[in-house]
């Protein structure tokens, strides 16, 4: 059944590599041995980031970008994040819209996803995703996302170039100085460069990349400003060509070689966290001391963080526990005072 | 770990007909009760409408018509039928007079929402024919 699969992804099967990020976003336990099974066929993309705030034209461009890499007769998967509404836990995945004239290529899969109420711009689903792109044979993943909050950080670990989209007028140099999204961005696109304050919106990056000119020669990539019209598809070409520029880069070369480990490390270390505190978290708020800590501190007779930290030296440090036993009752309460 | 599935549904207005704030407004219903909507937009053609439902692996097609292309709904079940997709259910809202929709039902179509359907009444629907 697992070999089945893997032959069909390794293959480029469609519907089955589609069932199967269905599977993964769904968290359907099966996936992992197939996951397993396809990591050896995975490391040969090339994987590019596109994200900015909401907005600023990252489908349009990578609609326009999906065209130009076709053109080339390069192979393209496109995985488009959305965010999960917080209040419903529903979504709605509107970047396709853009890139529905790719739909009849075959040798174009593009996908959505919801982020499904993990912060950042990746997920470990979207990981996952990207490896069942890589082991189909796509040349080139794009991977957008919405860069909002500290999400960007995110996807340039994962990602081998990062692909930053503004527009004019969205703020000043403050804004730009500001520490995240600035320090990932391998590419900075001004897209709507035609409109007012396109100028001012490149000086205002040059002169945030020249600040830190020294580092950026240590790692061998400087990054780059471009102005484009995506709806226009100017700008594009030249944006792939310096993706091509980069992926030539030390930057990358080291990624690519030594920087392999680091990535490692991370998705690594995020499936650690992920199981670790799934299976964790169940069992500590599943237990009946868990209701009792609860009705302390609603009590008041114990406050959150002694709980806190009675509960994770029992039930993950293995010491014993006595709920209300020793009250931390010396009480700063005001009421009690005199 | 059972429990994480959620509905996807494919939200898309077919051939020439551009009227979108229906499909639009039936994709934000269904966000709010916490399904996934891929939402494709005006002017798509069966054929992108089946090759974006393969590619998302979704559970229910939704197809929102007020300009009298109910032809172009009978081909889009065809052609889920050519594709193997024969077990999403394709429901259609909008203004399909009484004896079209008689036909599209006759051809495969699951329901027909015609207008002042209530939110939930499609919310309930959706969730009553996807099979967990």
Known sequence: ????????????DVMTAAKLIRDIDDQVPETREILKALHGYTGKAYIIGVTGAPGVGKSTIVDQMVRDLRLNGKTVGVLAVDPTSPFSGGAILGDRIRMQRHSLDKEVFIRSLATRGQFGGLTQSTLSAIDVLDAMGKEYIIVETVGVGQGEVDIARCVHTTVIVVVPGLGDHVQAIKAGIFEVGDIFVVNKADRPEAERAVTYLRSMIDLAKKEFKNEGWEPSIIMAEALNNKGIIELLNEIEKHRRSKKVGDIL?????????????????????????????????FEKYLDCIMERTKDPYTACDELLSAMVFGLSLDPCSAPNRTSNHPDEKD | MGDRRRIKVLISVIGLDGHFTGAEIVSRYLMDAGMEVVYLGIYQTPEMIVSAAIQESVDVIGISSHASNYDQIG?????????????????????????HAETLLKRGVSKIFPPQSSSESIVNYITSIVKR
């Open chain 1, 257 to 289: 070689v030594a920087g392999k480990r680091d990535s490692a490390r991370i998705q690594l270390t995020e499936m650690i966290k992920r199981r670790l505190i799934e299976e964790t978290l169940n069992r500590i708020t599943g237990s009946p001391e």
């Open chain 2, 75 to 99: 081909m889009l079940l065809d052609l889920m039928k050519q594709n193997g997709l024969n077990d999403i259910p394709v429901i259609c809202g909008g203004t399909i007079p009484r004896q």
């Open chain 1, 1 to 12: 059944m697992v070999n089945n699969t893997v032959k069909k992804i390794v293959n480029g």
